[in-house]
């Protein structure tokens, strides 16, 4: 069964930083787009970030997270900056079908998610 596993998540204060981490088992994804998603309380899972071809980052996020991808490891990180109390969800990584970020392509593989808190 695959497994994507995400670590990193944790308690930071407004302004500080986290890496998220998203490893990957019983197969690869060097071909496939990978994204980070987010949950906040009350509200719908949302796409913040993918990488596949081309970076993609919602505008909240934009110029203070940063998607990387390390396939000899098979695994996938979000680094986190600058963050604010909005920031506070559960982070969830994802595998797509297709090769390329194509927004509202449903993933065919989900991490089971971590929570980020930011305290103001």
């Known amino acids: 069964q695959v497994q994507l596993v995400e670590s990193g998540g944790g308690l930071v204060q407004a302004g500080g930083s986290l890496r998220l981490s998203c490893a990957a088992s019983?197969?690869?994804?060097?071909?496939?787009?990978m994204g980070w998603f987010r949950q906040v309380e009350r509200a719908s899972v949302a796409l913040i970030s993918g990488?596949?071809?081309?970076?993609y980052y919602t505008d909240s996020v934009k110029g203070r997270f940063t998607i990387s991808r390390d396939n000899s490891k098979n695994t996938v990180y979000l680094q986190m900056t600058s963050l604010k109390p909005e920031d506070t969800a559960v982070y969830y990584c994802?595998?797509?079908?297709?090769?390329?970020?194509?927004?509202?392509?449903?993933?065919?593989?989900w991490g089971q998610g971590t929570q980020v808190t930011v305290s103001s």
């Open positions: 994802a595998a797509f079908p297709s090769s390329r970020v194509i927004p509202g392509e449903r993933p065919n593989y």
């Open positions: 019983r197969r690869t994804f060097t071909n496939n787009a």
């Open positions: 990488s596949g071809g081309s970076t």
